[in-house]
T-cell receptor, first 114, second 113 residues
Framework: KAGVTQTPRYLIKTRGQQVTLSCSPI?????VSWYQQTPGQGLQFLFE???????NKGNFPGRFSGRQFSNSRSEMNVSTLELGDSALYLC?????????????FGEGSRLTVL | QQQVKQSPQSLIVQKGGISIINCAYE??????FPWYQQFPGKGPALLIA?????SEKKEGRFTISFNKSAKQFSLHIMDSQPGDSATYFC????????????FGTGTQLKVEL
């Protein structure tokens, strides 16, 4: 089975721009979660989608948004980028019958904001 | 408010030794505690997990010890190997809370020959 696929793997943006990151979950997984990883703050939960509905949301400003499509693929968008948004953005998927918190992570999309 | 505190931040262990990483949590609603392992350039991968009704869980060389009254849990890596060199994260979640994980700050483990 293919793992979680995230695109693009690396990208550079400038302040004020917006960015869209994509995630393809493991086949059959309907839950997709997004996390931000930075050296200072560690791993922080952004949001989770299940069957195209946002099931959970972390404490991030409204500039961070996401969505999930009928095929379980997900995208996250960050608008009006700030320097502090530079981070590794990790997507994780989970099967429906898993224990909560049993996540399969992708390798991430590394965003640099200049 | 940081809800899961992890220590130490970094750890150097000799090959064959025991690596011990500790975590403490504040929210008593947490009821599932996974540990993740992350290699450079890779996403975290689930290593082992425990529920608070169990005081210890062992999988191969990896053992979680859990102290519910102290709200603490720890990861022990027995017979540590250079291939274990990675960053380890403890985490906590709440049943019914979906897949929202609260992570510790991570421990960078280096196993030397």
């Amino acid at each position: 089975k293919a793992g979680v696929t995230q695109t693009p793997r690396y990208l550079i943006k400038t302040r004020g721009q917006q960015v869209t990151l994509s995630c393809s979950p493991i086949s059959g997984h309907r839950s997709v979660s997004w996390y931000q990883q930075t050296p200072g703050q560690g791993l922080q939960f952004l949001f989770e989608y299940f069957s195209e509905t946002q099931r959970n949301k972390g404490n991030f400003p409204g500039r961070f948004s996401g969505r999930q499509f009928s095929n379980s693929r997900s995208e996250m968008n960050v608008s009006t980028l700030e320097l502090g948004d530079s981070a590794l953005y990790l997507c994780a998927s989970s099967p429906e019958d898993s224990r909560p918190g049993e996540l399969f992570f992708g390798e991430g999309s590394r965003l640099t904001v200049l | 408010q940081q809800q899961v505190k992890q220590s130490p931040q970094s750890l150097i262990v000799q090959k064959g030794g025991i690596s011990i990483i500790n975590c403490a949590y504040e929210n008593t609603a947490f009821d599932y505690f996974p540990w993740y392992q992350q290699f450079p350039g890779k996403g975290p991968a689930l290593l082992i997990a425990i529920r608070p009704d169990v005081s210890e869980k062992k999988e191969g060389r990896f053992t979680i010890s859990f102290n519910k009254s102290a709200k603490q849990f720890s990861l022990h890596i027995m017979d540590s190997q250079p291939g274990d060199s990675a960053t380890y994260f403890c985490a906590a979640s709440i049943t019914g809370g979906g897949n929202k994980l609260t992570f510790g700050t991570g421990t960078q483990l280096k196993v030397e020959l």
